[in-house]
């Protein structure tokens, strides 16, 4: 029941854009988005709660597509801040919740 | 706020000893949640509280591990007796309302080594 990540790893450079997917094999009511840098607690980047929903701040955005029961993070024009590993969680009930395997992040000047 | 307040931030124990982990949840988050985090393993759900009462322990591996909360400030987990193989990061997080539909906010966690 854990959703699965992809890609497990990827790198950039400074600008570059990139998007990580979430796909889960259960019917999905949320998604969040979490952020972990190395040695820190992960952070909360945003939450999805319905089909085909987008949200976003700065260049960090997302969108759910129900139906596939998948979730993707773009992240648009990367800063070296933005390195860490990201987790998504999905909500197949309102009881049920799980962390997807993650994808680590690295941006390099 | 202070955030979720975890201690203590590291541990070293040896095998065989008690070790209790101690988290302090945001005031007025009613879900306290407690994970374990390793390379292998990923984010672990142990367990969780709502309005200080367990609700779901199916992830505690043991009878080894036990929970409590006491009062809607103060939770633990204890380890008796520990064992190399719990060396992990426990973190604890808190919610408003259903867990689901609102963000976690985590502690910074205990990174626990049983030697």
Known sequence: QQPV??????ILREGEDAVI????????YSV?????KHGEAPVFLMIL??????????KISA???EKKQQSSLYLTASQLSYSGTYFCGTGITGNQFYFGTGTSLTVIP | DAGVIQSPRHEVTEMGQEVTLRCKPISGHDYLFWYRQTMMRGLELLIYFNNNVPIDDSGMPEDRFSA????????????????????AVYFCASSFRRASEYGY????????TVV
């Open chain 1, 49 to 58: 709660l319905k089909g085909g929903e987008q949200k976003g701040h700065e």
């Open chain 1, 5 to 10: 990540q992809s890609p497990q790893a990827v």
């Open chain 1, 21 to 28: 997917n979430c796909s889960s094999s259960k019917a999905l």
């Open chain 2, 68 to 87: 409590k909360m006491p009062n809607a400030s103060f939770s633990t987990l204890k380890i008796q007796p520990s064992e190399p193989r719990d060396s």
């Open chain 1, 63 to 65: 969108s759910f597509n």
């Open chain 2, 105 to 112: 906010t985590f502690g910074s966690g205990t990174r626990l």
């Open chain 1, 32 to 36: 969040h988005w979490y952020r972990q």
